[in-house]
């Protein structure tokens, strides 16, 4: 599956942001999809992400400002970025593709399709 990001900028404190993560092919098939990002020179981490049954998962750093929502029929997955806060400037990726059965969302290492990814700047 290909994904593909749009939405990113640059945005003062305290303002908001919407992700998007377009996937090349019918989302029903999918299992969990992810939000997740790498700050500059730090490791890949996940933000939020939601299975096929609807599971979310939220970092505790976002919980209560950012929200995911899957659209399967649109082929679609978003992230709602309210109250930003510098810490927050990354790169964001959408992620998918699980390669294992036993798949932790935390871990990037097991999701195989990424998209380029679509970066986000926070000023103070």
């Known amino acids: 599956v290909q994904l593909m990001e749009s939405g990113g900028g640059l945005v003062q404190a305290g303002g908001s942001l919407t992700l998007s993560c377009a996937a090349s092919?019918?989302?029903?098939?999918?299992?969990?999809m992810g939000w997740y990002r790498q700050p500059p020179g730090k490791e890949r981490e996940l933000v939020a992400a939601?299975?096929?049954?609807?599971?979310?998962f939220y970092a505790d750093s976002v919980k209560g400002r950012f929200t995911i929502t899957r659209k399967n029929a649109e082929n679609i997955l978003l992230l709602q970025m309210n109250s930003l806060k510098p810490e927050d400037t990354a790169m964001y990726y959408c992620?998918?593709?699980?390669?294992?059965?036993?798949?932790?969302?935390?871990?990037?290492?097991?999701?195989?399709?990424w998209g380029q990814g679509t970066q986000v700047t926070v000023s103070s």
């Open positions: 939601v299975s096929g049954g609807g599971t979310i």
């Open positions: 992620g998918t593709d699980p390669q294992v059965s036993d798949y932790d969302p935390w871990n990037p290492d097991d999701f195989g399709s």
């Open positions: 092919r019918s989302m029903f098939t999918l299992n969990l």
